[in-house]
């Protein structure tokens, strides 16, 4: 039983490093081995989507916990991206749940996810408190609280429930932008009556800057 849970355990940390430094290096052409084929066009199809915005991303994939064939990656992405001539630094951090079958991914989900897309001059510096796991129907609270005072300029701010984040967008009237005095965004949401997860973008701005933060927050009995 040790051997066996041993053996697991490296070759979850052989197929996570292989991940990690295929999609590092960019070779799609090698991205086909680790996975099955159907898990595999799910993965390509968004993969290529992300490329496109984000050219230069670095990855880092650590493997998680794991029971039988189930694994969670721990994954964290930076990039570079170009929006109206003006440069955005994003750090993402994700939970992936993955089920192998001969040492290739099965099937994967990602069952947490953080984002943070930040104008490269910006000056805003964001604290950010919201739950990670909410009951169904449950009210619950998020804020974003500007930490550092900043001078007289004003900022704006939205909050939305994204149903399709394929189509999300910096855009004043995507996310209801509005004036906003109080040092931060502060917002009561309703989580879906269904199990499942629920993804919220919030938005501030300032004259010399953008903070967009998308979130993915589980939604259980």
């Known amino acids: 039983m040790i051997n066996s849970t041993l053996s697991?355990?490296?070759?979850?940390?052989?197929?996570?490093?292989?991940?990690?430094?295929?999609l590092n290096l960019r070779r799609d052409d090698l991205l086909k081995e680790l996975f099955l084929q159907?898990?595999?066009?799910?993965?390509n199809k968004n993969h290529k989507i992300f490329r496109e915005k984000y050219k230069d991303a670095?990855?880092?994939?650590?493997?998680?916990?794991?029971?039988?064939?189930?694994?969670?990656?721990?994954?964290?992405?930076?990039?570079?991206?170009?929006?109206?001539?003006?440069?955005?630094?994003?750090n993402t951090k994700q939970t992936v749940k993955i089920e192998t079958y001969k040492n290739k991914i099965k099937e994967y989900k990602v069952i947490d996810e953080e984002s943070i897309l930040k104008?490269?001059?910006?000056?805003?510096?964001?604290?950010?408190?919201?739950?990670?796991?909410?009951?169904t129907g449950e009210k619950y609270e998020?804020?974003?609280?500007?930490?550092?005072p900043l001078d007289n300029s004003l900022t704006a701010s939205g909050m939305?429930?994204?149903?399709?984040?394929?189509?999300?967008?910096i855009s004043n009237d995507f996310f209801g932008i509005k004036p906003n005095q109080s040092g931060g965004l502060f917002k009561y949401i309703q989580a879906p009556l269904k199990p499942g997860?629920?993804?919220i973008s919030a938005i501030i701005t300032h004259p010399e800057g953008i903070y967009l933060i998308t979130k993915k927050i589980k939604v259980g009995l």
């Open 8 to 22: 697991q355990n490296v070759d979850e940390k052989l197929l996570s490093n292989k991940l990690e430094e295929i």
């Open 38 to 43: 159907k898990s595999f066009n799910q993965f």
């Open 58 to 90: 670095k990855w880092s994939i650590q493997p998680g916990r794991s029971e039988q064939n189930k694994t969670l990656l721990d994954i964290k992405i930076i990039s570079k991206r170009e929006i109206n001539n003006q440069i955005y630094n994003l």
């Open 119 to 135: 104008s490269q001059k910006s000056p805003l510096n964001i604290k950010i408190m919201s739950p990670d796991k909410v009951l």
């Open 142 to 148: 998020i804020n974003l609280i500007i930490e550092n």
């Open 160 to 169: 939305i429930v994204l149903k399709n984040e394929d189509n999300m967008k």
């Open 197 to 199: 997860s629920q993804t």
